[in-house]
Structures are given as structure tokens and as C-alpha cells.
């Protein structure tokens, strides 16, 4: 596609529950980055994947947070029992290279409510 | 926390005059930086890139201004208008692979 999506825009989920959030970066983008960003604040970096190798799992605030990236293209966040802070907008975002000296292209996010 | 930026303040400006968004960093080691648009419901935006062996760069009603002496970087809106109202994040890209952002800054513009 021509800009990187993300699905569902919104979702709301009761605590407990576990949700997945999708990403669909830009066609020949090799790396791919999820951001958190909660109401009002900045951006809190999760995960980063480029290309084959071994994601950085640095930011993931827990281990009931996971992601993988199938084909080199597709992302899917995890967040398994979900609590209330985790409710937050969700931004997916890719570029074409190793992210040094490139930009990002960001989805429009998707908003996560736990309720 | 983040090495870039301050805990997003706001700026408001009236329609027309110039608006200036300010951000320091701390890794005197990052070489390129970039500031991003986010408007309300929406992913950020690129603006406008710096690399660190320029101090000044232009675009279309934009200018980024980079002080590598006091590590600081900044936004400048020519003309402002109620179309520029969002937050601007600035990221840096210091020696590894990664963006770091700012806490970001919201701007106001009053007609």
C-alpha cells in the first residue's frame, strides 16, 4: 500500500483480556518499529525489527507484551492480560532502511482502551 | 527517559506570526535529527531533516536551526497558520539504529 496501516483503529477490551494489533508497513520497508504513546504524552519506543535479524525487544515495559513479524513484512503486537495502563494508542511505523540517517513513515495508530 | 526534548508544553501563537519550537538533546554523538507533525489522531508526520554537519536547513514555511555547541535544535514556522495546530515531536539518531523523540510540543494557533 502507499503508507503504512494499521487495524482496528480502535479497540476496546475488558482487563484480562488478551489483544492483537496489526501493522502493515510500506511494501520493501525492512525495518519495522511499534511506539506506545499514551494520552497527551510522547513516544515510548516497544520493538524494532530489521529484516532477518533478532528484534530489539528493549522497550517492551513487560513480559505479557510480544511481537513478531512474519515474512519480513506484517507485524502483530501482543499484549496478553491486558491491565489499564496499558491503554494507549499504538503506532506502527517503517522505513526503508536501518533507521540511522532515515526517517520514519508512521500508521495513524490504533487506540486501545482496556475497560 | 528520553535523551531529547522537554515533557510536551504548549505553545500558542496567533495566526500569521512566526512560531518557534524548541528542543535540546543530550548525545552529543546523534548526527541526524528530524522533526515530525502529529495532528490530532493521526501518526507523526515528517517535516524536516538535519544532518549534523549543516546548522541550518529550509523547507516551505519551515526552517530546523541546529546548535551543536549547547545540543539544541529548532522549528521554525514562517506565517503561521490554524492548519499548523499539532504536536511536534524532534528525534534524534545517535549512534545507534533507532530514532529517540522528544517529548513533543503543542501548538496553538489562535485565528
Known amino acids: 500500500g502507499a503508507g503504512v496501516s494499521q487495524s482496528p483503529s480502535n479497540k476496546v477490551t475488558e482487563k484480562g483480556k488478551d489483544v492483537e494489533l496489526r501493522c502493515d508497513p510500506i511494501?520493501?520497508?525492512?525495518?519495522l518499529y511499534w511506539y506506545r504513546q499514551s494520552l497527551g504524552q510522547g513516544l515510548e519506543f516497544l520493538i524494532y525489527f530489521q529484516g532477518n535479524s533478532a528484534p530489539d525487544k528493549s522497550g517492551l515495559p513487560s513480559d505479557r507484551f510480544s511481537a513478531e513479524r512474519t515474512g519480513g513484512s506484517v507485524s502483530t503486537l501482543t499484549i496478553q492480560r491486558t491491565q489499564q495502563e496499558d491503554s494507549a494508542v499504538y503506532l506502527c511505523a517503517s522505513s526503508f532502511q536501518q533507521g540511522r540517517g532515515y526517517g520514519y513513515t508512521f500508521g495513524s495508530g490504533t487506540r486501545l482502551t482496556v475497560v | 527517559g528520553e535523551s531529547v526534548g522537554l515533557h510536551l508544553p504548549t505553545l500558542s501563537v496567533q495566526e500569521g506570526d512566526n512560531s518557534i519550537i524548541n528542543c535540546a538533546y543530550s548525545?552529543?554523538?546523534?548526527?541526524?535529527f528530524i522533526w515530525y507533525k502529529q495532528e490530532s489522531g493521526k501518526g507523526p508526520q515528517f517535516i524536516i531533516d538535519?544532518?549534523?554537519?549543516?546548522d541550518k536547513r529550509q523547507g516551505q514555511r519551515v526552517t530546523v536551526l541546529l546548535n551543536k555547541t549547547v545540543k539544541h535544535l529548532s522549528l521554525q514556522i514562517a506565517a503561521t497558520q490554524p492548519g499548523d495546530s499539532a504536536v511536534y515531536f524532534c528525534a534524534e539518531n545517535n549512534a545507534g539504529n533507532m530514532l529517540t523523540f522528544g517529548g513533543g510540543t503543542r501548538l496553538m494557533v489562535k485565528p
Open positions: 538535519i544532518r549534523s554537519n549543516m
Open positions: 548525545n552529543s554523538a546523534s548526527d541526524y
Open positions: 511494501s520493501g520497508h525492512t525495518a
